[in-house]
């Protein structure tokens, strides 16, 4: 009897590790714990923790996975009582329950216990847990050094399964917490290989699924969207409503960064629906968990009743039992009501949120176009004051000369005064394009030169929190011609506008150096990049207009740009 039972719970162990929860949670049923031996308890205990827990169900899954460390440990079975102990504390950490630090001291005892046994593989995976553990933003550098610890000890032993789980908790390390996303994909590729070799859909499925955000986070979004295609056509069993919904939340998110709203909408409405079916079942579980708890206590008062006759206490005890069972499905809609609400209220706070920065951003891109536009007008203005001022002075003063030419011989007093009056047109004509000219460039440059103009500029556009523009000079100890000056200040406020329209760039910087027979710019950003073989295809004052203005002063005008890979811009000029 000892024997079958012992393969019973052995097959419930794989069908649940396989996602077939409810015929694993059947085949347990079946079974009668008190006439199991006490290493037999512990298999039994630890099989239920771990159906709880698949189900999601922690209290339950702790409290039996407690059972089973003391049935071990009264067996005097000490190494699977020592393999409780990452469960254990994976429990109490996930669910903000390692008030105490207990997480911890399981974590320890248990490379304690294969430090003492000396055994290579047990201490690869006492590093693997504790790293695992750590895996968070406070802790990632510890985390980092465990998971080394434990990928050179496997070196030697050369355990694949072992390997398997330290390269994918490396990969989600570096692609959640240390931000290096060439690194993630490096290890979730190689994790991919042995998925593949074992046939471990469900761990394919995540593995695709994992691969598709670091994309995301490197913004190669089409791309992205292709693993999260292969991973939805992946056949899962194990949590496949949970996979489903994050691929859809996943397709949504990624076409919304392309544009494409209707198909980011279809998926995020299936995704939607996913999460209604999960929360349906979460509380189906739950009811139904408690409604096997009451079914277990009611069978206990019964029994106890069968040996009673007193008619009061039974009726008693069914009332109390009644109201108990009430209270605790009362309560726990309440509670899941309540969390619902809640995630609503941050989701809704977090779209606001949004709203807010792009209604921010738009308002910077719209103040840098009122500046732009202002400047072209002021331009035009001038020009329009060169013509009908300046333009009908100088056909007054060509008149007068030739009036003076015809009248050459009449008297010396009307002639003199003739050229008097020429001589004041021509001065006053002077002085007016001298006051159109100092007045076009005075609110630039007329005080405070080059170099501190570009700093304002930079302190002006740069964004709070999103973009940062700095301004770095080099030589410049006297002012340079107000021609290269004004010339040098446009090509750098056009490339400025640029950075913040179009390169998604958070950081971007502004270096000159004057080397006395030539002036070097620098410009670069770490934004998305762009297509070289685009430049000069755009009208208006764009990258072709300032080559072409950098040419025209005897310079040279150089673009290096990748997509992804930001952009560097260099011109150089002579002075």
Known sequence: MAYSQNKLIEKADRLAEAGNLQEAETILQKIDAKRLHKSE??????TKARLYEYKNIIDSAYFNYIKAKKEYQA??????????????????????????????????????????????LLIAKAYTEIASFKLNPNSKQESLEYFLKAMKINKIIDNKELQSTIDNNL?????????????????FNKDLIYLKK??????????????STAYTHLKKYRTALKYLMQADSVPVNKNRRQLKYFIYSQLALNYQELHDYESAFNNMTLAQAYADTL???????????????????EKELENQLLRSDNETNRI???????????????????????????????QEKLIEQQKLEKAL????????????????????????????NLGSMLATLKLNFENLKIRKNELREDEDKLYQKTDELIEEAYQKVRRMAHAKNAGVFASE????????????????????IEVNAFGFNERLENKMEIAIFRMVQELSTNIIKHSRATEASVQLTNHDDNINIIIEDNGIGMDISNIGKADGMGLDSIKKKAEQLGGTFTIDSKKGKGTTIIIDMPI
């Open 198 to 211: 074992q046939n471990n859909r469900y761990g394919i499925c995540v593995n695709l699924i994992n691969q």
């Open 449 to 468: 030169g080059l170099i501190p103009t570009l700093k304002k500029l930079a302190e002006k556009i740069s964004i709070p929190g999103k973009l940062s």
């Open 316 to 346: 008693l005890i069914y009332t109390f039992t009644g109201l108990l069972t009430a209270s605790l499905v009362i309560g726990f809609l309440v509670f899941k009501n309540a969390r619902r609400k809640e995630k609503i209220l941050k």
């Open 361 to 388: 951003k738009d308002y910077e891109l719209q103040s840098i176009d009122i500046m732009l536009e202002g400047q072209e007008k002021e331009r035009q203005r001038i020009a329009n004051d060169l013509h009908d």
């Open 41 to 46: 308890k512990g298999h039994y205990y630890r």
């Open 279 to 297: 929360r349906n079942e979460e509380q189906s579980i739950a009811i139904n968990d408690i409604q096997t708890k009451y079914k277990t206590k």
């Open 75 to 120: 067996s005097g079975d000490t190494p699977n009582a020592m393999e409780i102990n990452p469960s254990l504390a994976y429990i109490l950490a996930a669910n903000n329950k390692n008030v105490h630090g207990d997480a911890e001291t399981y974590l320890n005892d248990y490379l304690s216990y294969a430090l003492k046994m000396e055994d290579s």
């Open 171 to 187: 990969a989600a390390l570096y692609n959640e917490y240390i931000i290096q996303y060439d690194s993630a994909l490096y290890y």
